[in-house]
């Protein structure tokens, strides 16, 4: 009788230590997930605007039209692209061979405008991702369809990364990251695009276990970089000489660059992220850089949710974002997946 209180007793600790694990991952996952679109929103507006323009009128909150001419809290392509990635990670496990069919056709889907429309409306798509998904649509296989050419390396890829890094336990990294590469190239198959996907989640996985960004920043990169040591990466490192030196926080916003170019993405979320001290001003000094000010509010911002969490995204912005339920019932369906 006391062997069966004993086992008893362990169930008991056991489901409760994993409730909480679940608990704590599932508010993890919402606030990522929403960290990210909302930037993405506050972006749209003034998406291709200078940074002069913006120095004279800088954004200070949710607002709408301008660029898009779109009600407050729209979200773009660049979070639908990273909620079809979430979607496939919570229909195909990370593990599985499955998981490149299934985001290929979730990609295939929202180009339709089938899946991931804000409020209908479907956003212009990126050159690159449309002509893989092009591909795509006439039978080639994911594998095959993403572009090598050294010009197609837009953040069109970088963009929907962010998922993976609630998956980061569930393997290996070296494996996690061959998955990541395998995502970015349905649409961005060469090597610097993938690279950029693996720097991002790197640090990412830092910040998702509470460090703080200058230290995540740190170790993402001294976690990821020796991978990238052998071809066909380690001929692209040197393009990564800002990142990798350690010291990106430290150049002058006047050096800082945000077009649409994934390294010049990169670059900008991440330095946005260790000059700010809370999520809104993170998202804010990103939305400010100008031109891909979505792209770089979003990538900024989902890891900005990551470490700050979701009490620290301003209250009156994620009310106005589009779609907000059903954001919801994808971190949900994303929880379960990864604690089936």
Not at 166 to 179: K, M, N
Not at 183 to 196: F, G, L, N
């Given at each position: 009788m006391i062997t069966n209180r004993l086992h008893h007793g362990t169930a008991i600790a056991t489901n409760t230590m994993k409730r909480a694990k679940t608990k704590t991952l599932s508010a993890k996952i919402l606030s990522g997930l929403l960290g990210f679109c909302v930037g993405d929103a506050l972006g749209v507006p003034v998406e291709f605007c200078s940074r002069s323009q913006l120095q004279n009128s800088p954004v200070k909150g949710m607002q709408g039209y301008g660029t898009h001419n779109r009600p407050p809290g729209t979200w773009s392509d660049e979070s639908a692209l990273m909620f079809c990635v979430a979607e496939a990670l919570s229909r195909a496990d990370v593990t599985t061979e499955a998981l490149v069919g299934v985001t290929a056709h979730l990609l295939a889907r929202w180009y339709e405008g089938e899946i991931w429309t804000p409020n209908g409306w479907h956003f212009e798509i990126g050159l690159t991702t449309a002509k893989a998904i092009a591909r795509l649509r006439e039978g080639i296989s994911p594998r095959l369809s993403g572009d090598m050419e050294e010009m197609s390396n837009g953040?069109?890829?970088?963009?929907?990364?962010?998922?993976?890094?609630?998956?980061?336990?569930?393997?290996?990294?070296?494996?996690?990251?061959?998955?990541?590469?395998?995502?970015?190239?349905?649409?961005?198959?060469?090597?610097?695009?993938?690279?950029?996907?693996?720097?991002?989640?790197?640090?990412?996985?830092?910040?998702l276990q509470g460090y703080a960004p200058d230290e995540a920043y740190l170790r993402g990169i001294a976690r990821v970089e020796p991978l990238y040591w052998h071809p066909p990466y380690g001929a692209e490192l040197f393009h990564f000489h800002n990142l990798i030196g350690g010291t990106l926080a430290e150049l002058p916003r006047d050096e800082i660059s945000s077009g649409g170019y994934v390294i010049h993405t990169l670059e900008a979320a991440l330095w946005c992220l260790l000059n700010a001290s809370s999520y809104k001003d993170t998202v804010l000094a990103a939305v400010n850089l100008g031109e891909s000010t979505n792209a770089i509010a979003a990538l900024a911002g989902g890891l900005a949710g990551l470490y700050y969490g979701v009490k620290d995204i301003p209250a009156d912005w994620m009310q106005q974002i589009a779609e907000f339920y059903d954001i919801l019932a994808l971190s949900e369906q994303l929880t379960e997946k990864i604690f089936d």
């Open positions: 953040n069109g890829s970088l963009v929907r990364t962010l998922p993976f890094v609630f998956c980061h336990d569930r393997l290996p990294f070296p494996d996690l990251l061959d998955r990541i590469h395998l995502i970015s190239r349905i649409t961005h198959a060469h090597p610097r695009s993938q690279m950029a996907c693996g720097f991002y989640i790197s640090i990412a996985i830092d910040l």
